[in-house]
């Protein structure tokens, strides 16, 4: 199933597959419901009868329908947002250690030699050119402590923006679930009024069905007066 796979993506990679598909599904049911809402419109501007106002009414139930497959929709693309997020989170932390774990690397090479004068170094080495190559070494060592320490800096930042957005997606999430709420109340409300329509339609039906045989009754009755007049004309001539 489709929560099955969800619950099996594990790469960033993935999720952003998974991400856009979600996306798509939003814009092809946000197209649906555009046509209802033209429906709609259509319906209104006709003659106020009951069978229009049971065609608005059903129109109005499929787009609450297609707008709360819309919510859950985006509550589903919400959801793997924030696992998507929280995969970052944890291999900007990964980053972060790896860094520092290379740090103290470096540290330790730049303490160990600075445990040793260039002068110290000069005698150890056998020719100028290799005392060159020791101190282009440990100016190189010193590059890469302050390229470290510029990128732990950096990917701290990039931690906090992926934890801000992990927050921000999480009151959407909250705030979706709440729309939800609203739109399967207001579905309710509009199947119920629909229902309530129905049922006065087919009384409505009931009640010129009762006239309609009434009349035939009444039809029937005159049409018997007139068999009695007549006969009685006849008798009298």
């Given amino acids: 199933s489709e929560d099955l796979h969800n619950a099996r993506a594990q790469t960033i990679e993935e999720m952003n597959k998974l991400i856009d598909q979600k996306k798509n599904a939003i814009d092809a049911l946000t197209e649906k419901v555009k046509t209802y809402q033209d429906k709609i419109k259509e319906v209104k501007n006709q003659s106020f009868n009951?069978?229009?106002?049971?065609?608005?009414?059903?129109n109005e139930i499929d787009k609450n329908d297609l707008d709360i497959q819309i919510t859950e929709e985006q509550i589903q693309k919400t959801n793997l947002e924030i696992r998507q997020i929280t995969l970052t989170i944890d291999q900007k932390e990964k980053e972060i250690e790896i860094l520092k774990k290379q740090l103290s690397e470096f540290l330790r090479v730049l303490y160990k030699n600075d445990q040793v004068s260039y002068l110290e170094v000069l005698v150890m080495n056998n020719s100028f050119s290799d005392f060159f190559d020791?101190?282009?070494?440990?100016?190189?060592?010193?590059?890469?402590?302050?390229?470290?320490?510029?990128?732990?800096?950096?990917?701290?930042?990039?931690l906090d923006i992926q934890k801000n957005t992990f927050e921000d997606k999480r009151k959407r999430e909250t705030s979706l679930k709440k729309q939800l709420d609203i739109e399967k109340g207001e579905l309710l409300a509009v199947s119920s009024e629909k229902e309530t329509l129905l049922k006065q339609s087919q009384m409505s039906e009931k009640k010129f069905q009762t006239y309609v045989l009434e009349l035939k009754r009444e039809e029937k009755e005159v049409e018997n007066d007139i068999i009695t007049i007549e006969k009685k004309i006849r008798a009298e001539l």
Avoid: F, G, H
């Fill in 50 to 58: 009951l069978k229009n106002q049971l065609n608005l009414l059903s």
């Fill in 134 to 158: 020791q101190y282009e070494y440990l100016q190189n060592i010193q590059n890469k402590i302050r390229m470290s320490l510029t990128d732990i800096k950096n990917t701290k930042l990039e």
